[in-house]
């Protein structure tokens, strides 16, 4: 685990992110991460007995146990990007076993994966750490490549192989994601009826959203992506960190009419500062009434550095945690651990402070 000044040394320029306090929207206006968040939060919801206790054991295992704050490992790239470029590098992780033992020894709230992975050693492990089963994914061997999320697994199998919750993607502005909307609202409804929790992966997807720069990771456009998802109660939303903003301004540049936007989301709610941007995202989230937790991306050079500041940037803004999955995978086992301990370093100091 690192120390708050181990903390400032990896982040090295990026640390004053550490000292921003003049967000745009107030913390007084959010529901900010806390011990008691499913009492506090869900408690008074529609979701029943049973999704309540497994909410209850994800926020309360792990090394954030109690804080509040969620790590989970999701490892369903094996689909999502191809077995082999995913674990080429590190090939223990072909294992599905190795998966689980890396969330565990990383101290994760809980492990996300696909049907397969998780169902091969259910009997060993579901008792032991929280299980989220992917239901969906986009399949790459299609030639040429397709871009759709399709259902590979089923809440009752994830009901039955003692998973305490579930998770989905959407790709929102897709040709396809009327469909993917209609199907998950109907899957998730059914998973909180079988008392599983639902985390929402919610990515944009359009080649339209590629103009003068990348707006797939714009925040107004993944804010609505993230209110849409909380629509459809997602109990926690999965979403990339927003790197630019002003998505809607750039796409009706053209004389386009794309969705609607009001110039406030621009001025009064938001500036250029990382902290300002994920905190415009989990104001869609309800306020914060539901979680908003953080993507950790692709691995790269500065992977720790990289996953560092996404947890400063997603714990100062108000979210409630990170997602990471390659960063850690991809290392060997003890540098998956350090690298996800780096990062849950982050939410168990009381020094670095929701802005």
Known sequence: MLQTKQIHEVLGADSKLLEFSTPKISKNMITVPNKDVVDNTFISSDRNNRVLGNLSWLYNNGHLAGTGYISILPVDQGVEHSAGASFAK???YFDAENIVKLAMAAGCNGVASTLGVLGIVSRKYAHKIPFIVKLNHNELLTCPNTFDQILFASVDQA???GAAGVGATIYFGSPESDRQIVEISKVFAYA????????LWCYLRNSNFKKDKDY????DLTGQANHLGVTIEADIIKQKLPENNGGYKALNSGGEKFGKYDERIYTELCSDNP?????????????GRIPLINSG???GSNDIHDAVFTAVVNKRAGGSGLILGRKAFQKPFEGGVEIIEAVQSVYLDKNITVA
């Open 90 to 92: 590190n090939p223990m």
């Open 159 to 161: 009901y039955d192989m």
């Open 192 to 199: 909180h009826q079988k008392g599983l929790f639902t985390i």
């Open 275 to 287: 902290i300002d941007l994920a905190r415009y995202q989990l104001m869609n989230n309800y306020a």
């Open 216 to 219: 797939h990771s714009s925040a």
């Open 297 to 299: 991306g692709a691995s």
